[in-house]
């Protein structure tokens, strides 16, 4: 059976995937998404739709997304608050408009997408949201469906899978915080198949399925068996005591809440902790579909070179952006305080007289500014070709009134050529999805 779905995240890791197999099927795809312009580009075919759970509150905000719709799949998860995101609000708030307004429309089917693991009793608000979530649609009248998958895994990697990944091309040694977590990966190729399978006549209904692949692996094995997908020799598994671990998990919580997303995350190490393996449901029987283990599906998805790529340069994005920015943050720093004089001195050495002091002002606070701004997650992209821009010029400048340095043996105007291309590298790697 076909018709008309709204696939809810539908620029997301999972919801993108599910988007386009239940396109491959025939269905006339809505999708929706908190921002649609780059997801349009990607996908102009969908009846692209702005929906923002923070702002669908009410069953008549979500009526002209249900027009004409037979069937909901709702993808949308956060994993913890900050910048932006709120689990009350993509978990409760609005879905319990979203539930009631499809009993209104008369919609079909309602296939809400959670995870295993969504218990009160993991002591997180993710799942304690995310349970709450699970007793709203099961409370209400729609023909519902309810699956839980554990540890998603693709080609494409993000979040965990990305974080697993890089640990995995750690060189030298792969870095583990426990090791002992045992994951039932299951492909997301198999989790669209699902989702497909329930939208069909005579899908299971009014259900909760856990979805664990058939392989049990720890975490240990999870990034063994990564590396060696990667085609990385060897290397010996460094469990991190958790007392290790906390700074990270305060950073990664500080980082979230400023926008800058990460599964390094105090969530994230609880909920691994709880259950990220599930209980065998029989899901791939009951929905017929195929159910692969997490070895079959690495031998038939083999890596290639972006993967690698991908791997080894997780860490090195963000410390990138790090250096960077705090490059351009000191260097103004300093020409306002103990280097004030120098900078002055080497501008009037090339020729700027009177105007040496305010050159040397403005040129100090552009670099506190810039360096400041890197760090807006929003901005990062276009402050770093700003940047190198900005080099340019210095560069220009530079060159016409003190063309001497070219030569000089600490070589002040040959070292910024690589910053130039550091600012080159952070801004082409800024996409998240």
């Known amino acids: 059976m076909s018709g008309r ?30 921002r649609t312009d780059e997801p349009t580009r990607r996908a102009p075919l969908y ?6 759970f923070s702002k669908l509150t009410t069953p008549a905000a979500w009526a002209p997304l249900l027009a ?21 609000a993509a978990h409760v708030d609005g879905p319990r408009a979203l539930i009631a307004a499809c009993e209104a429309a008369g919609v079909r089917r309602l296939v809400h997408i959670s995870a295993v693991g969504a218990d009160d009793d993991a002591g997180t608000d993710y799942a304690r949201t995310k349970a709450q979530t699970e007793r709203l649609v099961a409370g209400g009248t729609l023909d519902w469906l309810i699956l839980r998958p554990s540890l998603v895994v693709d080609r494409a990697a993000f979040g965990g899978t990305g974080l697993i990944r890089a640990l995995a091309a750690f060189p ?11 994951f039932r990966p299951i492909p997301l190729g198999d989790l669209c198949a699902a989702v497909v399978a329930a939208l069909k006549p005579g899908a299971p209904s009014r259900q909760s399925l856990d979805m664990p692949g058939p392989d049990a692996v720890t975490m240990i094995e999870t990034v063994r068996l990564y590396r060696g997908w990667l085609g990385l020799k060897p290397a010996p598994v460094v469990p991190v005591p958790r007392a290790l ?10 980082l979230g809440r400023l926008g800058w997303s990460s599964p390094i995350r105090t969530t994230a190490i609880k909920q691994m902790d709880h259950d990220v393996a599930g209980r065998d449901s029989g899901w791939a029987d009951r929905l017929g579909v195929p159910s692969r283990g997490f070895s079959r599906f690495l031998a038939e998805t083999p890596a290639s070179v972006q993967d690698v790529w991908h791997a080894r340069l997780w860490f090195v994005r963000p410390l990138s952006i790090l250096t960077l920015g705090l490059f351009w943050l000191i260097t103004g720093l300093i ?20 105007w040496a002091g305010l050159v040397a002002w403005w040129g100090a606070l552009l670099d506190v500014v810039l360096g400041l701004a890197l760090f807006v997650r929003p901005w990062t992209a276009r402050v770093a070709v700003f940047m ?7 560069l220009i400048a530079g060159t016409l009134s003190l063309p001497h340095y070219w030569l000089d043996p600490l070589g002040p105007w040959l070292k910024v050529l690589p910053m130039m291309a550091l600012c080159l590298f952070v801004a082409a790697t800024d996409a998240r999805r």
């Open 47 to 52: 009846d692209w739709a702005a929906a923002d």
């Open 172 to 182: 030298l040694f792969n870095p583990v915080v426990g090791g002992d977590q045992i």
């Open 68 to 88: 004409e719709v037979d069937a909901v799949v709702n993808c949308v998860g956060v994993l913890q608050n900050g910048a932006g995101d709120s689990t009350r």
């Open 245 to 254: 671990a906390a700074p990270a998990l305060v950073v990664g919580d500080l």
């Open 388 to 394: 190198c821009l900005a080099t340019v010029g210095y």
């Open 335 to 354: 020409s306002f305080g103990p280097g004030w004089n120098g900078a002055v001195a080497i501008l009037h050495e090339g020729g700027y007289g009177e």
């Open 5 to 34: 779905v709204l696939v809810l995240g539908a620029n997301g890791f999972i919801g993108s995937h599910v988007a386009a197999a239940l396109s491959s099927q025939g269905w006339a795809v809505r999708a929706g998404a908190r």
